[in-house]
Each structure stands twice: as structure tokens, then as C-alpha cells.
Nanobody, 119 residues
């Protein structure tokens, strides 16, 4: 059982930046981020394999968000730049053996951290 703990959420103005962190209790293969806005389904944001050789972003964040990881610390990061009000959501850290954009196939979830972007 892997436990994930997110941090770094908060209130930010549109155009600003925020960095999310997620620490895992042990080594994992794929780590990533999903988000869920009020009244909407959970959606994929980004993932990175352990080696970093497989990385993927959803189209709406390409060029603005960057995922990275520190395997020595079992931690994944999401650098969010040029944020928009539509980025407002609870951001969930994900981890597991599969490289996937399907939330139903994620092995482990964090409890989430709220990101609010004001206009």
C-alpha cells in the first residue's frame, strides 16, 4: 500500500505560478496528477514514468505546466505557470504500476489539494 501526500495548493491570481508536491511512502513506477473541478469528473493532467522516459500532458496545460520527479525522495512535482481561472480544481496525486490517463486504472490516490485561480 502506497500513501500519497500532496502539498502546495492555495489561492493564486490568473497569470501567476504555483508548485504542487506529492510525497509517496515508497517507490512507485508512474506518478502523476489529475484534477477535479466542482461539478465535473476527475480528469487527467500529467504523468511521468519512474525513469522520466514517458511523460504526457493533457492538451489544456501543455506549455504551462511541467511535471518532474525526484526518485530519491519518492516525490513528484507539478509546476503550474500562467494559470487560468479554468485551472481551479482539487488536484490529486496519482501513482501506480500503469501509465494511464484513465482515473479508473490508477492504483493509488492522494487526498487532494485545492488550487483556486482568481481572475
Amino acid at each position: 500500500q502506497v500513501q500519497l501526500v500532496e502539498s502546495g495548493g492555495g489561492l493564486v491570481q490568473a497569470g501567476g505560478s504555483l508548485r504542487l508536491s506529492c510525497a509517496a511512502s515508497g517507490p512507485t513506477f508512474t506518478m502523476g496528477w489529475f484534477r477535479q473541478a466542482p461539478g465535473k469528473e476527475r480528469e487527467f493532467v500529467a504523468y511521468m514514468s519512474r525513469s522520466g522516459g514517458s511523460t504526457r500532458y493533457t492538451d489544456s496545460v501543455k506549455g504551462r505546466f511541467t511535471i518532474s520527479r525526484d526518485n530519491a525522495k519518492n516525490t513528484v512535482y507539478l509546476q503550474m505557470n500562467s494559470v487560468k481561472p479554468e485551472d481551479t480544481a482539487v488536484y490529486y496525486c496519482s501513482a501506480g504500476a500503469l501509465v494511464t490517463v484513465d482515473p479508473m486504472r490508477v492504483g493509488y490516490w492522494g487526498k487532494g489539494t485545492l488550487v483556486t485561480v482568481s481572475s
